[in-house]
């Protein structure tokens, strides 16, 4: 063995793993010794699998886990401080990383497909906005919820954004201005989380959710989860004059009118997702 060959640095791990788990998608961070923190590498690849699962019409509900003891510790900071010896000390890279995060966050939320976050681990700052961001969660009873930026001089404002539209404003205030962590009991007691389940159990508790979701009618379902998001942004007017449009508008779809039919002749439906 030439000592070239020798000295060859192992190839590094992916950082995110993909699986296909029937009709649905398991992303898995894989940082753990970083604590699954969201680099600039970690959002982007995420992105970018959201992106390519939303033109997968074979892939109907999405699940995203982790390796390791951490869900995810939020950004990587190491990362991030590297960047105060730029020329303008970091801001054009800050801007960059917290623009991109926050669009990895939207596309969760914009994508036509349900999502469920797995949390094995503590999820803190834009780990907690990761899960807030998904449609739904499963939470492992190890799980841990938290904003703790506040203890390092730096308020979680954009793991704000997403935990606000999840629980109450006392209870967002609360996590965000003491940084102390919640409980997986008291994250769904205030509804960050949907279902809290004995350790080792929620990847598969939340595949099997996910699952349960992706036998409905594609159409619907993509119909639906706009819809709700659009409506939580407008007065209770508008999103009853909105909501009215989506219900005629879902009303003339095919697959309702199947499963409008299958329900009167108490037969199961066969959706076409359209």
């Known amino acids: 063995m030439s000592s070239q060959a020798a000295r060859a640095p192992s190839p590094q791990p992916p950082i995110l793993l993909r699986e296909i788990v029937g009709s649905v998608a398991v992303l898995t961070l894989n940082r753990p010794a970083a604590r699954n923190s969201l680099s ?19 892939i ?23 960047r105060r010896t730029d020329a303008d000390r970091g801001r054009a890279y800050f801007a960059q990383i917290m623009t991109a995060c926050s669009a990895m966050m939207q596309a969760i939320v914009r994508l036509p497909k349900p999502v469920v976050a797995a949390v094995q681990g503590i999820a803190t700052a834009a780990g907690c906005q990761l899960v807030a961001s998904c449609d739904l969660a499963i939470a492992s009873e190890a799980a841990k919820f938290a904003t703790p930026g506040i203890d390092i001089g730096l308020f979680c404002s954009t793991p704000m954004v997403a935990l606000s539209r999840n629980v109450t404003r006392k209870q967002a205030m609360e996590m965000l201005l003491t940084g102390e962590p919640v409980t997986a009991d008291r994250a769904r007691e205030i509804g960050l989380v949907n279902r809290v389940v004995p350790a080792g159990t929620e990847l598969g508790a939340a595949i099997e959710l996910a699952q349960q979701v992706a036998l ?21 007017a508008d999103a009853y004059r909105y909501a009215a449009e989506v219900m ?8 309702a009118e199947e499963g409008i039919g299958a329900f009167i002749e108490k037969r199961a439906p066969t959706w076409r997702d359209e």
């Open 40 to 58: 600039e590498a970690m959002i982007g690849q995420l992105h970018a699998s959201l992106n390519a699962i939303a033109e997968h019409k074979h």
């Open 60 to 82: 109907r509900a999405v699940v995203i886990a982790a390796n390791g003891p951490a869900f995810s510790a939020g950004h990587d900071l190491k990362e991030l401080t590297a």
């Open 216 to 236: 409905k009618s594609a159409y619907t379902i993509k119909l639906g989860k706009e819809a709700f998001y659009r409506q939580a942004e407008m007065s209770l």
């Open 248 to 255: 005629t508008e879902n009303m003339m779809a095919r697959d």
